[in-house]
């Protein structure tokens, strides 16, 4: 008969207790998100008319500035992940990338040039970089990894609350301002500060010992071989894994493709960030049960479902000739990003010893916005050369690929 004092025992006693029960410091994450992208999206919503319209620039160059920016956002979470890695908190490392973001809002609003918006938005991905794979690895420090799936989707409901807020708002002030689109991003800027000031009064971190300082007494050891030792003792489910993220994140081809479609379709431009609105009302809403389904269940098929979810809104995408087909594909499309954004970092913290976790995040979140990167210039030269008939319908045949790598790994060995 197994006792009270068997250590097996206890252990179940305490993630019992534990599951369900999230730490102030993630719904502070959580707000913090929330904050920040309410500002980038009022932003965002609006940038591919912006370009296309006051800058004159082509749907190439829409999808050249929203993939060099997650490419460069993608390099810093490396940077960042494995930097909060070796200090003793992350919590500086968060704060800088969110202050970096912060910093950038004012410069939309001053933009005259495409050059200038494509400078804004590096410094804006930057500081999303630096914050983006350090504070995935916070959450995964503050939490028990029964809790982990719902505090990823607990964030990224927040988060997506703040997507859906940013373009109605964006709606509001463009009737408001009868159309200036840089009075609009002027207003941007106050959620951006907010958000600034709740991380750095509410997320509190206790102090750890660095995962791989140098040894004092190796100092001949070559900068690298840290690194090369983080990426060699990374596991291959985790590989598995990021294989199926990036292919998805390339179907995506981008999300600004949404508004220029809706653009197409000849939707009145202060509507066009209503697509943003719909897209994120479903994502915010899936996000958190989805995370606690993955927590019960398993992500890996959610993710395949989701994976299945985004080939279909493609092609609706792809085929769309009016707002409702449009509006369904949107609605589909916020869907599988519910099912699939948290449950990916869910799976990728089960893949994680505790001590690897923020290279591990930042490898993965470089690889997405690389991924990124590519389906955007992609997404549109194609767009460019047939318009969305032919760029969704080939998304979607990588979005059907990356379910296959998805149920690869179907059973990943869980990391506490």
């Known amino acids: 008969m197994v006792g009270k004092n068997d250590p097996a025992e206890r252990h179940r006693e305490r993630e019992k207790r534990l599951r369900g029960r999230l730490p102030k410091a993630v719904w502070a994450l959580g707000l913090t998100s929330l904050l920040m992208d309410a500002s980038s999206e009022a932003i965002h919503s609006l940038l591919p008319l912006f370009l296309t319209t006051s800058l004159g620039a082509s749907a190439t160059i829409v999808g050249l500035v929203e993939g060099l920016g997650e490419a460069v956002a993608a390099v810093f979470k490396l940077v960042g992940g494995a930097t909060s890695d070796r200090l003793p908190r992350r919590k500086p490392v968060v704060v800088l990338g969110y202050g970096l973001a912060a910093f950038s809002k004012p410069l939309f609003a001053l933009a005259a040039s495409v050059s200038a918006v494509i400078a804004a938005r590096l410094i804006d991905r930057t500081g999303k970089g630096l914050r983006g794979a350090a504070r995935d690895a916070l959450i995964a420090d503050l939490v028990a990894p029964a809790n982990r799936g719902a505090a990823f989707g607990l964030r990224q409901s927040l988060d997506t609350l703040g997507a859906l807020i940013g373009p109605l708002a964006a709606t509001g002030l463009m009737l ?29 971190e206790p102090a750890r010992r660095p995962a ?20 060699v003792a990374l596991p291959a489910a985790f590989w598995i894994t990021l294989s199926g993220g990036v292919l998805l994140t390339m179907a995506r081809i981008g999300e600004s493709f949404l508004l220029l479609a809706a653009e197409d379709l000849g939707v009145a431009a202060a509507a066009i960030p209503l697509a943003y609105v719909l897209m994120n009302s479903v994502y915010a809403t899936s996000a958190w049960p989805a995370g606690r389904l993955a927590d019960r269940w398993g992500a890996a098929h959610l993710l395949v479902f989701g994976a299945l979810l985004l080939a279909i809104a493609d092609l609706l995408l792809g085929m769309a000739r009016g707002t409702l087909m449009l509006g369904f594909g949107i609605a589909i499309w916020g869907l599988h990003m519910g099912l699939t954004q948290s449950l990916m970092m869910a799976l990728v913290a089960r893949t994680l010893p505790a001590g690897r976790r923020g290279i591990g995040f930042g490898i993965f979140h470089m690889s997405l916005g690389l991924a990124a990167l590519a389906g955007g210039i992609g997404g549109g030269m194609m767009w460019d050369s047939g318009g969305a008939i032919l760029a969704y319908p080939v998304a979607a045949g990588l979005a059907l690929t990356s379910a296959i790598l998805f149920l690869l790994p179907a059973r990943i060995k869980e990391i506490s």
């Open 212 to 231: 791989h300082p140098v040894p004092p007494a190796r100092p001949h050891v070559p900068r690298g071989a840290a690194w090369r030792d983080d990426l």
């Open 176 to 204: 408001l301002f009868a159309g200036d689109i840089r009075s609009v991003y002027g207003i941007a800027v106050i959620p951006a500060a907010l958000a600034v000031l709740v991380l750095i009064r509410y997320v509190h």
